[in-house]
Nanobody, 124 residues
Framework: QVQLVESGGGLVQPGGSLRLSCAASGSIISINTVGWYRQAPGQQRELVAAITSVGSTNYADSVKGRFAISRDNAKNTVYLQMNSLKPEDTAVYYC??????????????????WGQGTQVTVSS
């Protein structure tokens, strides 16, 4: 079906930047809405940013102006550029994709998939 592989997390100092990637593979026909979520210890998972199939974006207030979500449809990859990182951005980040897959449009099916998560730690 569909597999997702996240990368790009790590340890960064406050004010630094990271770029997360989420690469999808499989019998993908199209990637529809994409979201990046994060979950800090002891907290609920929250939506950080989302992008639709036509490129409309939405951001949590806490990251507006600092984070940017984008997608490369040719590579079936989505990105989260994170700038001006703060300690409160520390969390495990997950991508979530709505995917249409199958051998053809006649047999297409849709599914919702999560990446494995990548740790982002912002600390001096």
């Amino acid at each position: 079906q569909v597999q997702l592989v996240e990368s790009g997390g790590g340890l960064v100092q406050p004010g630094g930047s990271l770029r997360l990637s989420c690469a999808a593979s499989g019998s993908i026909i199209s990637i529809n809405t994409v979201g990046w979520y994060r979950q800090a210890p002891g907290q609920q998972r929250e939506l950080v940013a989302a992008i639709t199939s036509v490129g409309s974006t939405n951001y949590a207030d806490s990251v507006k102006g600092r984070f940017a979500i984008s997608r490369d449809n040719a590579k079936n990859t989505v990105y989260l550029q994170m700038n001006s990182l703060k300690p409160e951005d520390t969390a495990v980040y997950y991508c979530n994709l709505e995917v249409t897959y199958g051998s053809s449009w006649l047999s297409a099916r849709s599914g919702n998939y999560w990446g494995q998560g990548t740790q982002v730690t912002v600390s001096s």
